[in-house]
Protein backbone atom coordinates (compact mmCIF):
# COMPACT_ATOMS: atom_id res chain seq x y z
CA UNK A 1 0.00 0.00 0.00
CA UNK A 2 1.23 3.69 -0.95
CA UNK A 3 1.81 5.77 2.36
CA UNK A 4 0.13 8.98 1.61
CA UNK A 5 2.60 12.10 1.91
CA UNK A 6 2.21 14.39 4.59
CA UNK A 7 2.34 17.93 3.03
CA UNK A 8 5.36 19.93 4.57
CA UNK A 9 4.81 22.14 7.79
CA UNK A 10 6.10 25.46 7.45
CA UNK A 11 7.38 27.28 10.92
CA UNK A 12 7.31 31.02 11.11
CA UNK A 13 9.58 32.65 13.54
CA UNK A 14 7.35 35.00 15.97
CA UNK A 15 8.88 38.78 16.37
CA UNK A 16 8.24 40.17 20.18
CA UNK A 17 6.68 43.13 20.36
CA UNK A 18 8.54 46.11 19.64
CA UNK A 19 9.86 47.76 22.99
CA UNK A 20 7.66 50.16 24.25
CA UNK A 21 9.70 53.00 26.39
CA UNK A 22 8.59 54.29 29.45
CA UNK A 23 10.15 57.08 29.50
CA UNK A 24 8.57 60.57 28.31
CA UNK A 25 11.29 62.48 26.53
CA UNK A 26 12.63 65.71 27.75
CA UNK A 27 10.73 68.06 25.42
CA UNK A 28 7.20 65.96 26.33
CA UNK A 29 8.27 66.79 29.94
CA UNK A 30 8.90 70.49 29.44
CA UNK A 31 12.23 70.07 31.14
CA UNK A 32 14.12 72.61 31.34
CA UNK A 33 18.02 73.68 33.09
CA UNK A 34 16.75 74.78 36.60
CA UNK A 35 18.52 77.89 36.56
CA UNK A 36 17.00 81.26 35.89
CA UNK A 37 17.18 84.97 36.00
CA UNK A 38 14.78 87.56 37.73
CA UNK A 39 14.36 91.08 37.22
CA UNK A 40 13.02 93.16 39.95
CA UNK A 41 11.95 96.20 41.77
CA UNK A 42 11.11 97.00 45.27
CA UNK A 43 12.27 98.56 48.44
CA UNK A 44 15.40 97.71 48.11
CA UNK A 45 16.28 99.53 44.57
CA UNK A 46 16.50 97.49 41.35
CA UNK A 47 17.42 94.67 42.02
CA UNK A 48 18.85 91.02 39.61
CA UNK A 49 18.81 87.70 40.67
CA UNK A 50 20.26 84.27 39.46
CA UNK A 51 17.99 81.28 40.82
CA UNK A 52 19.29 77.63 41.09
CA UNK A 53 16.75 74.81 41.28
CA UNK A 54 18.11 72.09 43.97
CA UNK A 55 15.13 69.94 44.10
CA UNK A 56 11.07 70.83 43.89
CA UNK A 57 11.02 72.08 46.93
CA UNK A 58 14.22 74.21 47.53
CA UNK A 59 16.08 76.71 45.81
CA UNK A 60 19.00 78.97 46.33
CA UNK A 61 19.41 82.57 44.79
CA UNK A 62 22.06 85.02 44.79
CA UNK A 63 21.28 88.88 43.84
CA UNK A 64 21.99 92.53 43.24
CA UNK A 65 20.08 95.11 44.36
CA UNK A 66 21.07 99.46 44.32
CA UNK A 67 19.42 102.69 44.09
CA UNK A 68 19.73 106.24 45.22
CA UNK A 69 17.22 108.35 46.64
CA UNK A 70 17.52 112.25 47.84
CA UNK A 71 14.59 113.61 50.40
CA UNK A 72 14.91 116.32 52.76
CA UNK A 73 13.45 117.16 56.08
CA UNK A 74 13.90 118.08 59.74
CA UNK A 75 15.50 116.44 62.79
CA UNK A 76 14.57 119.08 65.62
CA UNK A 77 15.88 122.53 64.42
CA UNK A 78 17.83 121.60 62.22
CA UNK A 79 16.87 121.09 58.44
CA UNK A 80 18.62 118.49 56.40
CA UNK A 81 19.19 116.92 52.61
CA UNK A 82 19.48 113.58 53.29
CA UNK A 83 20.70 110.75 50.02
CA UNK A 84 19.67 107.56 50.89
CA UNK A 85 21.80 104.84 49.10
CA UNK A 86 20.93 101.50 48.86
CA UNK A 87 23.30 99.06 47.51
CA UNK A 88 22.95 95.35 49.04
CA UNK A 89 24.13 91.72 47.34
CA UNK A 90 22.04 88.65 48.84
CA UNK A 91 22.61 85.13 48.89
CA UNK A 92 18.96 83.51 49.87
CA UNK A 93 17.57 80.24 50.63
CA UNK A 94 13.47 79.46 49.63
CA UNK A 95 11.58 76.75 50.69
CA UNK A 96 8.38 75.72 48.88
CA UNK A 97 6.30 73.72 51.72
CA UNK A 98 3.68 72.58 49.61
CA UNK A 99 5.56 72.01 46.05
CA UNK A 100 3.74 75.23 44.56
CA UNK A 101 4.28 78.82 44.26
CA UNK A 102 4.60 80.04 47.97
CA UNK A 103 7.78 80.33 49.81
CA UNK A 104 9.07 80.90 52.97
CA UNK A 105 13.04 82.55 52.57
CA UNK A 106 15.72 83.23 54.92
CA UNK A 107 19.68 84.69 54.14
CA UNK A 108 22.17 87.18 54.64
CA UNK A 109 22.79 90.23 52.67
CA UNK A 110 26.55 92.41 52.60
CA UNK A 111 24.83 95.72 53.24
CA UNK A 112 26.12 98.58 51.64
CA UNK A 113 22.93 100.97 52.61
CA UNK A 114 24.43 104.26 53.93
CA UNK A 115 22.82 107.93 54.65
CA UNK A 116 24.44 110.99 53.48
CA UNK A 117 23.14 114.45 54.86
CA UNK A 118 24.19 117.68 54.96
CA UNK A 119 22.56 120.50 57.01
CA UNK A 120 20.99 123.17 55.87
CA UNK A 121 21.19 127.08 57.35
CA UNK A 122 17.95 128.63 58.55
CA UNK A 123 17.90 132.32 58.02
CA UNK A 124 21.56 132.36 57.85
CA UNK A 125 22.25 130.23 60.78
CA UNK A 126 22.81 126.33 62.60
CA UNK A 127 20.68 125.91 65.36
CA UNK A 128 22.63 123.05 67.54
CA UNK A 129 21.67 121.34 70.94
CA UNK A 130 19.95 125.05 71.86
CA UNK A 131 23.01 127.01 70.60
CA UNK A 132 22.93 129.73 67.62
CA UNK A 133 25.42 129.53 65.09
CA UNK A 134 26.09 131.78 62.53
CA UNK A 135 27.02 131.16 58.54
CA UNK A 136 29.32 134.33 58.33
CA UNK A 137 31.03 136.73 59.95
CA UNK A 138 34.11 137.12 62.51
CA UNK A 139 32.72 136.76 65.45
CA UNK A 140 32.43 133.26 68.05
CA UNK A 141 30.32 130.29 66.83
CA UNK A 142 30.70 130.42 63.22
CA UNK A 143 30.04 127.32 61.52
CA UNK A 144 30.70 126.60 58.01
CA UNK A 145 29.07 123.19 57.81
CA UNK A 146 27.14 120.42 59.19
CA UNK A 147 27.51 116.97 57.75
CA UNK A 148 27.31 113.25 58.40
CA UNK A 149 27.14 109.71 57.31
CA UNK A 150 24.39 107.34 58.68
CA UNK A 151 25.59 103.37 58.41
CA UNK A 152 24.80 100.29 59.32
CA UNK A 153 25.74 96.23 59.76
CA UNK A 154 27.78 95.03 56.79
CA UNK A 155 26.20 91.89 57.35
CA UNK A 156 22.31 91.52 57.61
CA UNK A 157 19.43 88.81 57.90
CA UNK A 158 16.81 88.62 56.24
CA UNK A 159 14.05 86.78 56.62
CA UNK A 160 10.48 86.71 54.41
CA UNK A 161 7.69 85.26 52.26
CA UNK A 162 6.93 85.11 48.92
CA UNK A 163 5.29 84.06 45.90
CA UNK A 164 6.34 81.87 42.51
CA UNK A 165 8.53 79.50 41.76
CA UNK A 166 10.89 80.88 38.88
CA UNK A 167 12.95 77.30 38.59
CA UNK A 168 9.64 75.05 38.51
CA UNK A 169 9.47 72.11 36.29
CA UNK A 170 8.46 72.87 32.77
CA UNK A 171 8.89 76.77 33.99
CA UNK A 172 10.16 79.52 30.95
CA UNK A 173 8.82 83.46 32.13
CA UNK A 174 7.03 84.20 35.30
CA UNK A 175 6.08 86.66 38.13
CA UNK A 176 7.43 86.62 41.61
CA UNK A 177 6.72 88.36 44.64
CA UNK A 178 9.18 88.70 48.20
CA UNK A 179 7.84 90.57 51.33
CA UNK A 180 10.09 90.20 54.36
CA UNK A 181 12.63 92.27 56.92
CA UNK A 182 16.35 92.94 56.68
CA UNK A 183 17.65 93.30 60.00
CA UNK A 184 20.54 96.00 59.59
CA UNK A 185 21.01 96.96 63.38
CA UNK A 186 20.64 100.31 64.40
CA UNK A 187 22.51 103.13 62.60
CA UNK A 188 25.86 104.24 63.57
CA UNK A 189 26.00 108.29 62.95
CA UNK A 190 29.08 110.16 62.04
CA UNK A 191 28.68 113.82 62.04
CA UNK A 192 31.11 116.24 61.48
CA UNK A 193 30.55 119.82 62.23
CA UNK A 194 32.99 122.32 60.92
CA UNK A 195 33.65 125.57 62.76
CA UNK A 196 35.14 128.57 60.97
CA UNK A 197 35.81 130.91 64.41
CA UNK A 198 35.86 129.93 68.48
CA UNK A 199 33.32 127.62 68.63
CA UNK A 200 33.69 126.97 72.41
CA UNK A 201 30.27 124.91 72.96
CA UNK A 202 30.30 122.82 69.42
CA UNK A 203 31.36 119.26 70.53
CA UNK A 204 28.85 118.86 73.02
CA UNK A 205 25.93 120.35 70.93
CA UNK A 206 27.46 118.27 67.93
CA UNK A 207 27.38 115.51 70.28
CA UNK A 208 23.49 116.42 71.24
CA UNK A 209 22.47 116.80 67.77
CA UNK A 210 24.42 113.25 66.86
CA UNK A 211 22.06 111.45 69.60
CA UNK A 212 19.07 113.47 68.57
CA UNK A 213 19.13 112.05 64.94
CA UNK A 214 20.42 108.20 66.42
CA UNK A 215 17.18 108.14 68.19
CA UNK A 216 14.91 109.65 65.09
CA UNK A 217 16.36 107.58 62.81
CA UNK A 218 16.79 104.75 64.82
CA UNK A 219 13.40 102.28 62.77
CA UNK A 220 15.60 102.18 60.11
CA UNK A 221 17.45 99.51 61.73
CA UNK A 222 14.32 97.02 60.30
CA UNK A 223 14.10 97.98 56.61
CA UNK A 224 10.55 96.55 55.18
CA UNK A 225 11.69 94.40 52.14
CA UNK A 226 8.72 94.73 49.40
CA UNK A 227 9.18 93.51 45.20
CA UNK A 228 7.94 92.30 42.90
CA UNK A 229 9.65 90.90 39.16
CA UNK A 230 9.81 88.73 36.46
CA UNK A 231 11.71 85.67 35.98
CA UNK A 232 12.81 83.29 32.99
CA UNK A 233 14.40 79.86 33.51
CA UNK A 234 16.38 78.42 30.56
Known amino acids: AETEESAPVTTQA ?12 TESRGSRSGIGVTGKIGTLGYGAELNFGLSDSIGARVGLNAFNYKYNDNSGAVNYDFDLQLQTVSV ?13 SAGLLYN ?17 GGTTYSTSGTGT ?10 SFNKVAPYVGIGWGNPVASGKGWGLVTDIG ?13 TCATSC ?27 SIGISYQW
Open 200 to 226: STLQADATAENNKLQSDLSDFKFWPVA
Open 141 to 150: NVLSSLQGTL
Open 112 to 128: NNKVSLDANPTGGNFII
Open 181 to 193: VLFQGSPKIDLVA
Open 14 to 25: IEPPAEVSTEES
Open 92 to 104: LADWYPFSGGFRT
